[in-house]
């Protein structure tokens, strides 16, 4: 008796401003834009990895933004993290001086790492919403 076992693969980006052809992986990020080869290589699967330290650890995607002596850094990658941990806990990892870390976030959904973050969005949603209750207010 043969059971097969279906079970889902997060996939994630991969890739990094800081390489010479990751050009395609900075803000605003458009898959749309990518060529064929750029997305064999960077749209991965992320596996549970032998290296990881906890039990409890779940893959993830990952969306890191730093500077490095001063030039902003764009990573996506996959990442394993204990499953308790919230989804900016890499934002207080410790880093080397001369990196400042801007932004990071994990997420556990296909290609989640290729959006900009959520916070800017709504603040861009909103903005028209402020300026229709102005004008309502001003009239």
Known sequence: L????ASAVLRCWRCSTDVSNGEFCND???PNTISEQQRYWSYVN????????????RPVCKKLVQEVYGKRVISRSCFY????DPADKCAMDQTSSYIK?????????????GAIG???????????????SFRQICK
Not at 118 to 132: G, Q, T, V
């Open 2 to 5: 043969l059971i097969l076992v």
């Open 101 to 113: 870390t801007v932004y990071c976030r994990t997420c556990t959904t296909d290609g989640c790492n």
């Open 28 to 30: 605003p990020f458009d």
């Open 81 to 84: 993290e204990d499953v308790d």
């Open 118 to 132: 959520s916070a800017p969005l709504a603040a861009l949603l909103l903005i028209p919403l402020l300026l229709a």
């Open 46 to 57: 992320c596996t549970y990895s032998v290296g990881v330290k906890s039990v409890n650890a």
